[in-house]
Nanobody, 121 residues
């Protein structure tokens, strides 16, 4: 099987920084696109940032200039560096990846379990 495990969430003051990590493990042949979503209480899950296997990135307008997504293909890991955090960034952050398992005929989408980020003074 394949697992995505996030880490790095926590409580931070407004203006602070956090770095989230998401590591994929299991019988993996190839990981394609990787991304971060977030879901605040009472709101729908929304896409935060996306990165292709070649390193091309795309961001939601509400995080442009503040968040940076990156990946280490050798470690099957995607990162989200978050800076200038605001209270409205408070949410559970989830990673998502398109993964081709060994022996599988096609790619499937996998989700991590989520990590809480709380921005508060």
């Amino acid at each position: 099987q394949v697992q995505l495990v996030e880490s790095g969430g926590g409580l931070v003051q407004p203006g602070g920084s956090l770095r989230l990590s998401c590591a994929a493990s299991g019988r993996i042949f190839r990981i394609n696109g990787m991304c971060w979503y977030r879901q605040a209480p009472g709101k729908q899950r929304e896409l935060v940032a996306y990165i292709t296997v070649g390193g091309i990135t795309n961001y939601a307008d509400f995080v442009k200039g503040r968040f940076t997504i990156s990946r280490d293909n050798a470690k099957n890991t995607v990162y989200l560096q978050m800076s200038s955090l605001k209270p409205e960034d408070t949410a559970v952050y989830y990673c998502n990846a398109g993964i081709w398992r060994l022996g599988a005929p096609y790619e499937s989408a996998y989700w991590g379990q989520g990590t809480q980020v709380t921005v508060s003074s």
